[in-house]
């Protein structure tokens, strides 16, 4: 059943009182599990609040605080968090399919295995992030910030990453089959084993990256720069374009 209104406002009077006053009174806010589906949250402060498991599909949260919130396995399909600050907090296992995050930021946040599929991450800050085996099949990154961010095993096919900034990311065993890289800065990037099979790298940089092991089968690799990389696609197999 879906949280009421009033007993939600209640909980986040007493969660505002908790910020404020560092804990000494009110109450951090307790939404485990809660039904929140459609609620409108916009400019919201959830910093450090227990999401964990909740129904946020479709909620409208537009500039609202969750820094270090738990958001583990909560249900974010198709919500709206543009220009929303996610900076420090758990995403593990969460389902933010089709959601729009726009222009969101997610410095050092935990995204393992979340399910971003579709989403709209366009220039989004996740600048550290964690998203080991997340799944980001035609997910809109492009011209975001995504340098050093650990994408290990993540699904990144027929994703949208031109102009994004990958330097120092980790993609080591990431499938990026079919993606759009045109213009991605991936300098100095973990690339070993990546899988680039009929991307479009155009005019991307891969500059200092490790490509040992990385496959680039039908690749698009027109004005792509490769400079002192390790096993660059001139040197491995495959039918690289």
Not at 32 to 47: C, K, M, Q, S, V
Not at 58 to 82: D, I, R, Y
Not at 157 to 170: P, S, T, V, W
Request: aromatic content about 8%; proline content about 1%.
């Amino acid at each position: 059943m879906k949280m009421d209104v009033k007993k939600l406002d209640a909980v986040l009077e007493k969660h505002y009182t908790w910020l404020r006053t560092i804990g000494l009174r009110g109450k951090r806010a307790d939404l485990h599990g809660a039904d929140l589906h459609n609620a409108y949250l916009f400019e919201t402060d959830l910093r450090k609040a227990d999401l964990r498991k909740a129904d946020l599909r479709l909620a409208w949260m537009p500039h609202s605080k969750l820094t270090s919130a738990n958001l583990s396995e909560a249900n974010l399909e198709e919500s709206t968090l543009c220009w929303a600050d996610l900076s420090d907090a758990c995403l593990d296992y969460a389902n933010l399919k089709n959601a729009d995050l726009h222009d969101a930021c997610f410095k050092s946040a935990s995204l393992f295995e979340a399910d971003l599929s579709n989403s709209d991450l366009s220039f989004a800050n996740l600048h550290r992030a964690g998203m080991c085996f997340a799944v980001l099949c035609k997910a809109d990154l492009s011209g975001a910030d995504l340098s050093e961010v650990d994408f290990g095993g993540a699904n990144l096919r027929n994703a949208d990453l031109r102009g994004a900034n990958l330097r120092y990311a980790n993609l080591q065993y990431a499938d990026l089959s079919g993606a759009d890289l045109r213009d991605a800065d991936l300098h100095d990037a973990d690339l070993r084993y990546a899988i680039f099979d009929d991307a479009d790298l155009r005019y991307a940089i891969f500059d200092d990256a490790n490509l040992a092991g990385a496959r680039f089968d039908g690749a698009k690799l027109d004005g792509a720069k490769f400079d002192c990389s390790t096993a660059s696609p001139t040197k491995t197999e495959g039918g690289a374009k």
